[in-house]
C-alpha cells in the first residue's frame, strides 16, 4: 500500500514568491492534514480535512496560506507570497476516520516538503 | 490550551542501557497519548499509543494521569533505536495531534 506521498521533498524559493506543496493521501483516507515543523520549534497543527471540507483551520498562521482539497483526493498548500519565517518543513499526513478502532484513526505521515525562502 | 513538553532536546546512552524520554502534558479533558518516532531520512511514524498498552520495538509508555506524564521506557537500549521522538496529544473530542518538540536520541557503540 502506497503511503502519504508529498511533492516537491524539498523547494528553495525567494522571498516574495509563490509555492505550492501538493500532497496525495493515502488512498481511501477522508481525513488529511497538514502540519509544519519551523526551525528550532515544535511540529505545529495547519488544518484539518474531511474530504474536501475544512474541518478545523485555526492553525493557518496567516491569509498568505491557502489549502484546498478539490475532489476530496490530493490537497495543495499554496504559500503566496512567501516569507523568510515559512521556512521549514511541511508535512501532510492522512487517516481512515477519527473514531472507532485504532487502527482506524492512525494518522499516517507523509516525508514532509522542506521549504526555504531566501 | 493542551500542551505537551519533553524537557529534553538530546538524550544520549550507550548501547545496552536504559533509556527513559520524558513526556509530560496539560489538557483539561481525557487525551489519547502517542509516541512518534523519525528515523534519519524515513518519515515520521507511529510507535505507540497508550490506549493499546503494547511494547513495540521493546519500548513502552505509560500513561499516568496524576503525574500528566507519558514517559517512554526501553531497558536496553539498541544502536538502531538512535533517531527523533515526538510525544504527541490528542483531544479526545478531536482529531488534531498537538507534539512536544521533540528529543533526539543517540544510542553510542
Known amino acids: 500500500e502506497a503511503g502519504v506521498t508529498q511533492f516537491p521533498s524539498h523547494s528553495v524559493i525567494e522571498k516574495g514568491q509563490t509555492v505550492t506543496l501538493r500532497c496525495d493521501p493515502i488512498s481511501g483516507h477522508d481525513n488529511l492534514y497538514w502540519y509544519r515543523r519551523v526551525m528550532g520549534k515544535e511540529i505545529k497543527f495547519l488544518l484539518h480535512?474531511?474530504?474536501?471540507?475544512?474541518?478545523?483551520e485555526s492553525g493557518m498562521p496567516n491569509n498568505r496560506f491557502l489549502a484546498e482539497r478539490t475532489g476530496g483526493t490530493y490537497s495543495t498548500l499554496k504559500v503566496q507570497p512567501a516569507e523568510l519565517e515559512d521556512s521549514g518543513v511541511y508535512f501532510c499526513?492522512?487517516?481512515?476516520?477519527?473514531?472507532?478502532?485504532?487502527?482506524?484513526?492512525?494518522?499516517?505521515f507523509g516525508e514532509g516538503s522542506w521549504l526555504t525562502v531566501v | 490550551a493542551q500542551r505537551v513538553t519533553q524537557p529534553e532536546k538530546l538524550l544520549s546512552v550507550f548501547k545496552g542501557a536504559p533509556v527513559e524520554l520524558k513526556c509530560n502534558y496539560s489538557y483539561s479533558g481525557s487525551p489519547e497519548l502517542f509516541w512518534y518516532v523519525q528515523y534519519s531520512r524515513q518519515r515520521l511514524q507511529l510507535l505507540l499509543r497508550?490506549?493499546s498498552r503494547e511494547s513495540i520495538k521493546g519500548f513502552t509508555a505509560d500513561l499516568n494521569k496524576g503525574e500528566t506524564s507519558f514517559h517512554l521506557k526501553k531497558p536496553f537500549a539498541q544502536e538502531e533505536d538512535s533517531a527523533m521522538y515526538y510525544c504527541a496529544l490528542r483531544e479526545t473530542s478531536g482529531s488534531r495531534l498537538t507534539f512536544g518538540e521533540g528529543t533526539q536520541l543517540t544510542v553510542n557503540p
Open positions: 497508550h490506549i
Open positions: 499526513a492522512s487517516s481512515l476516520k477519527l473514531q472507532g478502532t485504532a487502527q482506524g484513526n492512525t494518522i499516517y
Open positions: 480535512f474531511v474530504k474536501e471540507s475544512k474541518q478545523d
